[in-house]
């Protein structure tokens, strides 16, 4: 019975080569023996920025950021640290607050928001200590503070953590920390 295992495998290593080498795509996406292309795909990863994207939770920070110009720059190659607010967080400041910032004219004012919540460096959640500063993009500095597991940055819950891409981590904040 081993023996008859044995050979079985072998037979259906032997067929699975052939049938991957006789499929395999040919250099540049050329034609196939069955008359299609073949496109390699190169699987790039996730900038900080794509994460953003990708979340059903963070379309207003998406928006914010894009009217703000700051897409190409936080998907360079940072790395960054961002305290990135939920919708919810957003939609919790007084009316007329983000349609404010959204306008052409408050850029400069939406920028210096936008990035109070960078970070240079890749910085994960068990690197914070409580009562520990971190200079922002803007120059101002946050103040971490960390209680019974929990973590605050300038006393903003953060609701989930480690959310790591290419260029940088996210770390998911329950509101928007305003600068000075």
Not at 64 to 72: D, F
Not at 153 to 177: C, F, P, T, Y
Request: aromatic residues 4%; charged residues 15%; contains cysteine.
């Amino acid at each position: 019975m081993n023996k008859f295992k044995l050979v079985s495998l072998a037979v259906l290593g032997f067929a699975a080569t052939s049938l991957v080498s006789c499929n395999a795509p040919k250099e540049g996406g050329e034609e196939t023996t069955d008359s299609t292309v073949v496109e390699t795909v190169v699987e790039v990863p996730n900038t900080v920025v794509d994460i953003a994207v990708g979340s059903q939770d963070h379309t207003t920070l998406v928006a914010a950021v894009t009217a703000a110009g700051l897409v190409e720059t936080l998907q360079g190659a940072g790395p960054f640290t961002i305290f990135a607010p939920t919708n919810a967080a957003f939609a919790a400041l007084p009316a007329g607050t983000v349609e404010g910032l959204l306008k052409p004219e408050s850029k400069d004012k939406l920028t210096a928001v936008l990035t109070y919540h960078v970070v240079s460096g890749n910085v994960m959640s068990a690197q914070l200590k409580d009562g520990q500063k971190v200079k922002t993009l803007n120059g101002q500095e946050l103040t971490v503070a960390i209680k019974e597991g929990v973590v605050t940055i300038n006393g903003i819950k953060v609701i989930a953590a480690d959310l790591a891409g290419s260029n940088g981590v996210i770390h998911v904040v329950e509101g928007v920390i305003l600068p000075k």
